[in-house]
């Protein structure tokens, strides 16, 4: 994630992230601050769209949400560009040391974050399964849920996650047409697994009529999917970043700080998915 930890060339580039934090908080940025209220906007709008669709009193139209979400977007990507440039960016035009050992652990804090984010969708998911409501969603399980798409998804993600890790080992040992072949490998089969959560969600919404305000079922599956999907969309760019690097002659076996944060970022996700496979995927199939 980070570009500490490459070149050290003067490219003269203009910084306009470096004095962008607020005076009298030293090194403090505000950026964070903002990609966060860019996050919690998405569940803000997930809220108020299912709001909006059962809103007899009218007061959340049916496109409050879906306008809120779009705009959440925006600043959580002005936010994350912000953030990251400041953070990460400047120091390698200022030639400033990489701090890897601190961005290690930094990733570490942020996926124990994560983790706890997850971890609420899930006890979400385990509390209404236990409620009266939960046998009235057995019609919403479609047939074949747990069926060849998702174990071939996941499958793929599997795989990514061990290219991932032979990438980085290659780089370690300064082979560096392993690392790319592998680091483009692990891109693309995560761009295929986004292409089938998304062929997955049409068949879904589109053949089987299910909608995030279905039920409790559908709130569950859409909203505990879409969280993992987001998170895999966001892996797959910082693995674009990474890549694109890559081929410019950045990285080695001394300076792999935003290899090895990604990689951990990737196993993070690919984790979750087994999880949701196995809690949400075949605990419905099995249940019913």
């Given at each position: 994630?980070?570009?500490?930890?490459?070149?050290?060339?003067?490219?003269?580039?203009?910084?306009?992230?470096?004095?962008?934090?607020?005076?009298?908080?030293?090194?403090?940025?505000?950026?964070?601050?903002?990609?966060?209220?860019?996050?919690?906007?998405?569940?803000?709008?997930?809220?108020?769209?299912?709001?909006?669709?059962?809103?007899?009193?009218?007061?959340?139209?049916?496109?409050?949400?879906?306008?809120?979400?779009?705009?959440?977007?925006?600043?959580?990507?002005?936010?994350?560009?912000?953030?990251?440039?400041?953070?990460?960016?400047?120091?390698?035009?200022?030639?400033?040391?990489?701090?890897?050992?601190?961005?290690?652990?930094?990733?570490?804090?942020?996926?124990?974050?994560?983790?706890?984010?997850?971890?609420?969708?899930?006890?979400?998911?385990?509390?209404?399964?236990?409620?009266?409501?939960?046998?009235?969603?057995?019609?919403?399980?479609?047939?074949?849920?747990?069926?060849?798409?998702?174990?071939?998804?996941?499958?793929?993600?599997?795989?990514?996650?061990?290219?991932m890790h032979f990438a980085h080992v290659a780089l370690r040992k300064g082979n560096r047409s392993r690392f790319l072949g592998l680091l483009v490998t692990t891109l693309v089969l995560g761009v295929v697994f986004i292409g089938g959560q998304i062929y997955e969600y049409y068949e879904f919404i589109v053949h089987e009529g299910l909608t995030l305000s279905g039920g409790v079922f559908e709130s569950a599956f859409f909203g505990l999917t879409g969280l993992h999907g987001l998170?895999?969309?966001?892996?797959?760019?910082?693995?674009?970043?990474?890549?694109?690097?890559?081929?410019?002659?950045?990285?080695?076996?001394?300076?792999?700080?935003?290899?090895?944060?990604?990689?951990?970022?990737?196993?993070?996700?690919?984790?979750?998915?087994?999880?949701?496979?196995?809690?949400?995927?075949?605990?419905?199939?099995?249940?019913?």
């Open positions: 994630m980070t570009v500490t930890d490459d070149s050290t060339e003067d490219h003269g580039h203009h910084l306009p992230a470096v004095e962008d934090w607020p005076k009298g908080f030293g090194e403090a940025s505000w950026w964070p601050f903002v990609t966060a209220i860019g996050a919690a906007g998405f569940y803000i709008g997930a809220a108020l769209y299912v709001l909006g669709q059962n809103d007899t009193l009218g007061f959340v139209g049916p496109m409050v949400g879906p306008a809120v979400f779009v705009g959440s977007v925006f600043v959580f990507l002005a936010g994350l560009y912000g953030w990251v440039y400041h953070a990460f960016v400047k120091h390698f035009w200022s030639r400033e040391s990489s701090g890897g050992k601190a961005l290690r652990w930094g990733m570490l804090l942020f996926l124990g974050t994560e983790i706890a984010t997850f971890g609420a969708g899930f006890v979400y998911y385990f509390f209404v399964r236990a409620g009266a409501q939960w046998s009235e969603a057995v019609g919403a399980v479609p047939d074949g849920f747990l069926g060849v798409l998702v174990l071939a998804n996941t499958a793929i993600l599997v795989v990514s996650s061990i290219t998170h895999v969309s966001l892996g797959a760019v910082l693995l674009a970043i990474v890549t694109v690097r890559a081929f410019k002659g950045q990285y080695s076996h001394e300076r792999d700080t935003s290899v090895t944060t990604v990689s951990m970022y990737w196993h993070f996700v690919d984790a979750v998915w087994i999880f949701l496979v196995v809690v949400l995927y075949a605990g419905a199939v099995v249940s019913f």
